[in-house]
């Protein structure tokens, strides 16, 4: 049982570029989300979804793109990469609604020049 | 919707003192999560609180709720270096979604 794990751990894109960070659970979470942590600011939620094939945004989702096409992966796409995304990126998944606990990621550091 | 604020943001304490950190929510939560975060690591759930009056401890740390006042404590007794890190409170904000604190960056000095 891996529990949730993200790829790459660390990533350097230059502005413009594109790529995806990759998330799997393996504990059959129907719930899956992504933050953003930057110095002082606490998590923010990015993108979630409550199971495969639905998704929605959260609190800054401008510049990021989600699908859920299986339960246990998803992946978060940077369109056009630019320097205020330099940040950690966590994964996070729970049972759903009737779940108590939230399992994250290792994370994942992307730096934008 | 719901903000989280915690405080105070920074904390430097002397090994074997007492101190308290403070977690304030906006509007119903209905349940209230503490995390600790090591440098360069991910979060480490340390309590989930459910309800009015809930208190949980685990070794030197001691959380509880207040759903009236919209308030969270985390109570650390005596404490160590090894207790030294970034705590974060957050609330549920609708469904799965998580509101974080910006989190109290603990300094335990021998």
């Known amino acids: 049982n891996a529990g949730v794990t993200q790829t790459p751990k660390f990533q350097v894109l230059k502005t413009g570029q594109s790529m995806t960070l990759q998330c799997a659970q393996d504990?059959?979470?129907?719930?899956m989300s992504w933050y953003r942590q930057d110095p002082g600011m606490g998590l923010r939620l990015i993108h979630y979804s409550v199971g495969a094939g639905i998704t929605d945004q959260g609190e800054v989702p401008n510049g990021y793109n989600v699908s859920r096409s299986t339960t246990e992966d998803f992946p978060l796409r940077l369109l056009s990469a630019a320097p205020s995304q330099t940040s950690v990126y966590f994964c996070?998944?729970?049972w759903g609604t009737g779940g108590l606990e939230q399992y994250f990621g290792p994370g994942t550091r992307l730096t934008v020049t | 919707e719901l903000k989280v604020e915690q405080n105070p943001l920074f904390l430097s304490m002397q090994e074997g003192k007492n101190y308290t950190i403070y977690c304030n929510y906006s509007?119903?939560?209905?349940?209230l999560y503490w995390y600790r975060q090591d440098p360069g690591k991910s979060l480490e759930s340390l309590f989930v609180l459910l309800s009015n009056g809930a208190v949980k401890q685990e070794g030197r740390l001691m959380a509880s709720l207040d759903t009236k006042a919209r308030l969270s404590t985390l109570h650390i007794t005596a404490a160590v270096h090894d207790l030294s890190a970034t705590y974060f409170c957050a609330g549920r904000g609708g469904s799965e979604k998580l509101v974080f604190g910006k989190g109290t960056k603990l300094t335990v000095n021998p």
């Open positions: 996070a998944s729970s």
């Open positions: 504990m059959n979470h129907e719930y």
């Open positions: 509007t119903t939560s209905d349940r």
